[in-house]
């Protein structure tokens, strides 16, 4: 009898690598907002009263992303927690008595 890849497993795998990079992503995000930002208080008060518009949505923008971050790092724990359990079942299903 041949017993094929875990499939349960395999989405707990999944899962977790789609979390990291939902993290990854969020975080390259703010770490950019943050760059802009420093470039924008460097400017005259000109320039920064006409760029607060741009402010406030990259305000929603950094809460849309500490919001990402957030379910990336639930994404990867429920995906650790699929795997393992998969991992746990899988020697219990098929018991065999030699």
């Known amino acids: 009898m041949e017993i094929s ?3 349960a497993f395999y989405a707990g795998l999944s899962s977790i690598q789609s979390g990291q990079n939902r993290v ?3 975080a390259s995000q703010i770490a950019n907002n943050t760059i802009e930002r ?4 460097q400017s005259s008060e000109v320039q920064v009263d006409r ?3 741009v402010d ?3 305000q929603s ?10 379910q990336g ?7 650790a927690k699929v795997a393992k359990a998969s ?8 018991d065999t008595f030699a």
Not at 73 to 79: A, I, R
């Open 5 to 7: 890849g875990n499939t």
């Open 73 to 79: 790092k639930f994404q990867v724990e429920l995906g």
């Open 51 to 53: 760029l607060r518009g």
């Open 87 to 94: 991992d746990e079942v899988l020697g219990t299903i098929i």
């Open 38 to 41: 420093s470039v924008t208080s």
């Open 61 to 70: 923008d950094l809460a849309s992303n500490m919001v990402d971050m957030a």
């Open 56 to 58: 406030r949505s990259q």
């Open 24 to 26: 990854d992503q969020a």
